[in-house]
């Protein structure tokens, strides 16, 4: 089984900064690709970010392009979110995921993702 948990939200002002974690449980997870995923009240689950089994390849909704950084530490199974720049729009329960396969093609596909976490919820005051 994998499991998930993320962590790192909270209440921040517009255009501050938030780093979210997420821990991955097996070993096999970091040979896979992982991502975010965000929802907000009323709105679908959106993609947020990729990042390839080996860190190097990312994948981000244009969204957030130049305001978040995705990366992951596989020695300890953690992926994290950079977040900078935040703006109101970004408030939503952020989610990891494990992905089906180790590199970012097709990222952005939820169905992609067979393993999920709990969400943590991220709200940016105005």
């Known amino acids: 089984q994998v499991q998930l948990v993320e962590s790192g939200g909270g209440l921040v002002q517009a255009g501050g900064s938030l780093r979210l974690s997420c821990v991955a449980s097996?070993?096999?997870?970091?040979?896979?690709?992982m991502g975010w995923f965000r929802q907000a009240p009323g709105q679908e689950r959106e993609f947020v970010a990729a990042l390839s089994w080996n860190g190097i390849n990312t994948y981000y909704a244009d969204s957030v392009k130049g305001r978040f950084t995705i990366s992951r530490d596989n020695a300890k199974n953690l992926l994290f979110l950079q977040m900078n720049s935040l703006k109101p729009e970004d408030s939503a329960v952020y989610s990891c995921?494990?992905?089906?396969?180790?590199?970012?093609?097709?990222?952005?596909?939820?169905?992609?993702?067979?393993?999920w976490g709990q969400g943590t919820q991220v709200t940016v005051s105005s």
């Open positions: 097996g070993e096999s997870s970091s040979l896979l690709a």
């Open positions: 995921a494990v992905s089906r396969y180790g590199d970012t093609i097709n990222g952005d596909r939820q169905d992609y993702y067979p393993y």
